[in-house]
């Protein structure tokens, strides 16, 4: 398991395993957000199966699978709430960038300083500085 801090309350990491939610219990998260679509991993590891094996360890669990296509603001903004709530949160995909640029959009729209963000995710290990331009467009509309 390798799970990389943005913020104190959000965590992010590639492809989790069923076995591992008792460190991730052990670890103080309270959620998990799978971002990741089920056509890109083996039914091992389907959403079902991860949410049942988060419930199980006593965690929340939410399913919202990321791709390019859906990443538009509803998506960004569902994301946002469900890693508000019930705090801390670790959101998975396949490496984790997904989920940090989920994150990093929402908090451009909310208005966050891009700077900050661009720093918070670089120093978790990915290096989002091609996403400026986005992420000023999303703090200018608030989407």
Not at 60 to 72: D, E
Not at 112 to 130: C, F, H, K, N, R
């Amino acid at each position: 398991m390798d799970i990389h801090e943005i913020t104190p309350d959000y965590f992010v990491a590639p492809q989790i395993d069923p076995d591992d939610m008792a460190g991730i219990v052990a670890a103080g998260i309270r959620t998990i957000i799978c971002n990741r679509p089920d056509m890109e991993i083996p039914p091992s590891h389907h959403a079902a199966v991860m949410e049942k094996a988060a419930l199980e360890a006593g965690l929340a669990f939410h399913i919202l699978p990321l791709t390019h296509q859906n990443m538009i603001p509803e998506v960004i903004a569902q994301q946002m709430e469900h890693a508000a709530n019930n705090t801390p949160v670790l959101a998975y995909c396949a490496s984790g960038t997904r989920c940090t640029v989920a994150w990093a959009l929402g908090n451009a729209a909310q208005g966050e300083d891009i700077d900050g963000i661009l720093a918070a995710v670089t120093q978790a290990g990915y290096p989002l500085d091609g996403l400026r331009p986005t992420l000023q467009a999303a703090r200018a509309t608030g989407t």
